[in-house]
């Protein structure tokens, strides 16, 4: 229904709003590479809300963010 899908999309938002506090907060104390994985799915997550807006400016901040978080997420992997 209308209201699920709306409940859905808000809880999205907080999600990745929270998500990204928590990011900002593990960076700040240099608790790596945990904040990148963080920062990731909070971007992650505000990308899905700017294609839910069709807000341009959003995807393309978030598209180019989660490009450099990928960077940071195969160097940790690849143990560089």
Do not use: C, D
């Not at 990308?47 to 990928?70: D, E, G, N, P, R």
Request: hydrophobic residues 65%; positive net charge; without cysteine.
């Amino acid at each position: 229904s209308m209201v699920s899908q709306t409940r859905l999309w808000i809880f999205i938002e907080w999600a990745a709003t929270i998500t990204l506090i928590v990011a900002v907060g593990l960076t700040s104390w240099n608790v790596y590479p945990a904040n990148i994985y963080m920062s990731a799915l909070g971007n992650f997550l505000w990308l899905l809300m700017a294609l839910h807006w069709k807000k341009w400016s959003l995807i393309t901040i978030q598209v180019f963010i989660l490009l450099i978080y990928a960077a940071g997420v195969v160097k940790v992997i690849m143990g560089v």
